[in-house]
């Protein structure tokens, strides 16, 4: 069974940081790409930045330059630094994990982490 533990969200006010952690176990996640999504109220879960095994890293627009993702393969962790946050960075923060053999998609979801920011 593939777990998820999440950590690192909570409140900060406009400008602050924060650093998400996401630990998986029940699966090597080595050759998986990993990646971090969120949810805001009223609104599609969007994917805010995922990396590869290789380690070749993807952003969405609106974060570029504020955030940035890594992983530790040897923790079966994925990280998501969190700079410069505004408002419209709140939202429920996911961790992802996936990996595409022969065809078949195998994708996990953690059960989510509460970012809000506010002053």
């Known amino acids: 069974q593939v777990q998820f533990v999440e950590s690192g969200g909570g409140l900060v006010q406009p400008g602050g940081s924060l650093r998400l952690t996401c630990v998986v176990s029940?699966?090597?996640?080595?050759?998986?790409?990993m990646g971090w999504y969120r949810q805001a109220p009223g609104k599609q879960r969007e994917m805010v930045a995922r990396?590869?095994?290789?380690?070749?890293?993807t952003y969405a627009d609106s974060v570029m330059g504020r955030v940035t993702i890594s992983r530790d393969n040897a923790k079966n962790t994925v990280y998501l630094q969190m700079n410069s946050l505004n408002p419209e960075d709140t939202a429920v923060y996911y961790c992802?994990?996936?990996?595409?053999?022969?065809?078949?998609?195998?994708?996990?979801w953690g059960q989510g982490t509460q970012v809000t920011v506010s002053s």
């Open positions: 992802n994990t996936r990996r595409l053999i022969f065809g078949q998609l195998f994708e996990y």
């Open positions: 990396i590869t095994t290789d380690g070749t890293t």
């Open positions: 029940g699966r090597d996640t080595t050759a998986d790409t």
